[in-house]
């Protein structure tokens, strides 16, 4: 066998495995979008019904447009407020993601510069992210009635504020220890106080690793489920917790709805997400993978 | 004063501004919540009682209870069958990928793209559109059948014997990305020069793989691994969502059984003990893990020197 012939084979492998798991990936997908042009009578059907004949935008204009035409399966429809959601979401996860990098990356900088944590504490700091937060929402809820944060925005943001942090400062940390200390000193040495080397000369450096870390954590707040179904009543329902309520008491799941509302809810993600693709690893591996 | 004591001064000051919202929060949040766990699973709380503060002493009784608790037993093994299960598969499958793809090919970028676009979706959204697919007369069955040219009627959902390895599936789809990404950043970072001598050495790829790659990749697989397990270790979404620990009792991991007993059976104590026993637990496994992930950053550090 010659080398090419060699090469070609190993080609074809390549290309037929990616591929394969290629296929896997998309048919979930293509089948959120095809069952959110579906009538109602291709949801569940057998043999199943792959792309519908007669697609429909009604699912589309039930779901954000409130609309009341074309629904057989009308049931449940006064508790779906998905604006409420959609404001929610939007407000909780911009607003705890915005003071977890603000904070985050200061000590951040602390950390990179002056060691005011420890290499174990700062270890130790990956506990508030690591330990399942089911073994804590009960009693944060209860503690929540007690004190009227249960069913608020202000709620919620805390405790994603909390769980996000080591992200925050991890991921920022690794930017930061990046930026040549000269360029501090250079800024010392013209007079510059602290606070002034960190806004003006640390974070413009790393604004875009302070892009990434706040687009990173932000999809990691907007997907979260469990904290926002437990801690979230009526009123501070995020859109995942929003999703589970097109379901009907006799009829099972509205699943025409539901996936019209998801491919609402994942296609920003999806654009953010491969916007910061080279950062993905590093939000993910806490920032000990830097490349 | 001299200027180096000025400046640790100043670094004090720093260090507690900073440090200040971090503790104030968790002073605020998690303490009172954990405080209130470890109340009430001393104190009796049900539904019934006049609000948690009113409830009634039990001593050791509760504890006792969920220890004795072949359930809890239950749930804690599936969980950690589950997370284990599902941390290899994603690992195998996110490193076979990485293997597949990480020196440059012309659509390199494109399977790229769509390959992390599972862990960008929102875990929920994959539960409801799995339940869909996994129906026994739904789509899946139904590619299966016509591959293998006869019905194929697998009951994913409603068969008690494979509704967990079902979620296990889910999991594998939804988080394979993750090891794919970081295994195709540990394998640009490797370094050229040993293998290309190996090569000219005639050693096999196989070889090359098992014995250069390979241990310069261990920290990076170890980060991989730990990393995913403890994530699958919380995995609610996709198990509550379809299952609610069902058909039986054949999904009942730990997040699903506490949230059964506090949501369901209002048994508010007997989930708090559960709950105390489990973050005991979590707190070993990830002290344990984060001591791993300690040495091998110094590590992960050193290859990505190169």
Redesign the interface.
């Known amino acids: 066998m010659t080398k090419t012939q060699k090469q070609n084979i190993d080609n074809l492998v390549r290309y037929t495995l990616l591929t394969i798991w290629l296929l896997i990936v998309l048919f979930p997908l293509f089948w959120i979008v095809a069952t959110s042009f579906k009538p109602d009578k291709d949801w569940l059907a057998w043999p199943p019904v792959y792309w519908s004949e007669e697609p429909t935008m009604s699912n589309y204009s039930n779901v954000w447009g409130g609309a009341m035409e074309h629904t057989e399966t009308q049931y449940a429809q006064s508790i779906q407020k998905p604006f409420t959601a959609l404001r929610n979401s939007t407000i909780i996860s911009f607003i705890s993601t915005f003071l977890s990098v603000s904070f985050g990356a200061f000590i951040a900088y602390g950390v990179s510069r002056y060691k005011v944590l420890s290499e174990t504490r700062m270890f130790q700091l990956l506990m508030l992210r690591m330990v399942p937060p089911i073994v804590l929402v009960g009693p944060l809820s209860l503690y929540y009635t007690t004190i009227g944060l249960i069913d608020s925005l202000t709620g919620l943001i805390a405790i994603y504020f909390i769980t996000t942090l080591p992200y925050a400062v991890w991921m920022t940390k690794s930017f930061i220890d990046e930026v040549p200390i000269e360029l501090e000193q250079a800024a010392e040495i013209m007079g510059a106080n602290r606070w002034t080397i960190i806004t003006e000369v640390v974070f413009p450096v790393i604004r875009s690793g302070l892009l990434a870390t706040f687009l990173f954590i932000l999809i990691l707040t907007w997907s979260e489920y469990l904290v926002a179904f437990i801690l979230s009543k009526t009123d501070a329902v995020t859109l995942p917790v929003e999703l589970a309520k097109y379901e009907g008491s006799s009829e099972g799941r509205v699943y025409g709805r539901q996936a019209a509302l998801s491919v609402g809810i994942t296609i920003p993600l999806i654009i953010v997400g491969i916007t910061i693709r080279k950062h993905l690893a590093r939000g993910f591996s806490f920032g000990m993978i830097r490349k | 004063m001299a200027r180096s004591e000025i400046m640790l001064q100043?670094?004090k000051r720093?260090?507690k501004?900073?440090?200040f919202?971090?503790i104030l929060?968790?002073m605020?949040?998690?303490g009172?919540?954990?405080i209130?766990?470890l109340y009430?699973s001393f104190n009796y709380y049900s539904i019934y009682s006049e609000g948690?503060w009113a409830s009634e002493w039990y001593a050791l009784d509760i504890f006792k209870d969920v220890v004795a608790d072949e359930r809890f037993h239950a749930a804690i093994i599936r969980s950690l069958g589950f997370a284990l299960a599902s941390t290899i598969g994603c690992f195998v499958?996110g490193f076979?990928?990485a293997l597949?793809?990480y020196k440059n090919?012309r659509l390199q970028w494109f399977?790229?793209?769509?390959?992390?676009?599972?862990?960008?979706?929102?875990?929920?959204?994959?539960a409801?559109?799995?339940?869909?697919?996994l129906?026994q007369?739904?789509?899946l069955n139904?590619i299966l059948s016509s591959i293998m040219g006869r019905d194929m009627l697998i009951m994913w959902i409603t068969n008690p014997d494979i509704a967990l390895f079902t979620v296990v599936l889910m999991e594998i789809?939804n988080w394979a990305p993750?090891s794919f990404?970081?295994m195709?950043?540990?394998l640009?970072?490797l370094p050229k020069e040993p293998v290309e001598a190996a090569q000219i050495l005639g050693a096999s790829r196989i070889k090359i793989f098992f014995e250069i790659q390979l241990p310069l990749l261990r920290p990076?697989i170890v980060?991989a691994l730990v990393?995913r397990f403890?994530e699958a270790?919380?995995e609610?979404?996709k198990t509550w969502?379809i299952f609610q620990g069902g058909p039986g009792t054949s999904t009942e991991t730990?997040?699903v059984l506490?949230?059964l007993n506090?949501?369901y059976y209002f048994d508010?104590s007997k989930?708090?003990a559960m709950?105390?026993i489990?973050?005991l637990m979590?707190?070993v496994i990830?002290l344990t893990?984060?001591n791993i992930?300690?040495k091998e950053?110094k590590r992960?550090?050193q290859v990505?020197a190169n």
């Open positions: 100043r670094t720093y260090k501004m900073v440090l919202p971090l929060s968790i605020l949040i998690l009172p919540a954990l209130l766990q009430l948690w499958i076979g990928l597949l793809m090919f399977y790229y793209i769509i390959f992390i676009i599972p862990m960008l979706t929102v875990p929920i959204v994959i409801y559109t799995a339940e869909m697919i129906y007369k739904g789509p139904g789809w993750f990404i970081i195709m950043a540990g640009a970072s990076i980060l990393l403890l270790m919380a609610f979404p969502a730990i997040p506490i949230y506090t949501w508010w989930a708090a709950s105390y489990v973050m979590m707190v990830i893990a984060i992930l300690q950053n992960i550090a990505q």
